[in-house]
C-alpha cells in the first residue's frame, strides 16, 4: 500500500528532472569556470601599494606650511588599506594618514576657521573641473562643496592638522612627532554619490583671512597625476 505512492513519486520527480537537464546545461559547463575565475583587484600592501604622495603645489614654496618627501596612505570604512590602479584610493567614508616626510610649520594660527579650497579636476570630459580654487565650476556642485573650514570635521575630520598649525615646528610623520596626523572622510552627500567615484586630479589651498598657510597637490604612485576617489557611502 505504501510502494505503490512511493513509486509513483520517484517516477515523477525522475521525469521532472529529466524534462529540465537541457536546459541547465549551459550552467553545468560554467560551473567548472566560475569556479576557478579569478578577480584582478589591484594588490593592497599596507604602506606599499596604498600610497598617495603629497607636494607643495607650484609657486606655494614660501607659504608657512612646507612638505617634504610627504606620503599618506589610505583606507576604506573599516581601515582596511584601499588600493587603485595609481595607488592610493580615497574612500568616503574612509581615512588616510600622513606616515612618511617631514613637515615643518614655521608660525602659530588660530585655527578658528581655516579655509580650505579645493581645486577638482575629473578624468572625464563631460565633467572636467568641478572646483577651481574654491570655486564651482559647470553648475555640477555649489561653493560650498569647493570651499568649506578645514577644522570643522563636519566635512573632513582634519583636527590633527590644525592642531599642527597651532603648534610650530618640524612634525617628523614617520615617527608620527610630536603627534600622529591623519584625517578621516565623511560619507559623500547623495546627490553626489556618482560625481565622486573616479580619477581625479586635486590640489588644496588653506587660508586664513588673506593669509595662504599651505597649497599641496594629491598625486598617485605612477606619476599620472591622477589620484582615485571612491564613494563607497553616501549620507
Known sequence: AHILPSY??????????????PML???LILLPLLATAEVDYPQCDDKVDNIVRIFNSPGSENLPVQLSNVSMTTYDANFQPSCNTTGGDIT???????YQGMMTVTSKF?????????????????????CINGEAQNGVVDDTFCTFDLCDPDVIYALPICEALTQPGVYNLSEKTPFPIYLLFNPIPYENRNLMTGMWKISAEASLGDQR?????????????????????VQ
Open 8 to 21: 509513483f513519486l520517484i517516477t515523477r520527480s525522475y521525469r521532472t528532472v529529466r524534462s529540465i537537464l
Open 25 to 27: 546545461a549551459p550552467l
Open 92 to 98: 568616503f567614508p574612509g581615512s588616510a594618514s600622513l
Open 110 to 130: 588660530d585655527t578658528t576657521f581655516v579655509t580650505l579650497k579645493l581645486t577638482l579636476k575629473k578624468n572625464d570630459t563631460e565633467t572636467g573641473y568641478v
Open 213 to 233: 598657510i599651505f597649497d599641496w597637490t594629491f598625486i598617485g604612485t605612477d606619476d599620472s597625476g591622477w589620484v582615485h576617489i571612491t564613494k563607497t557611502g
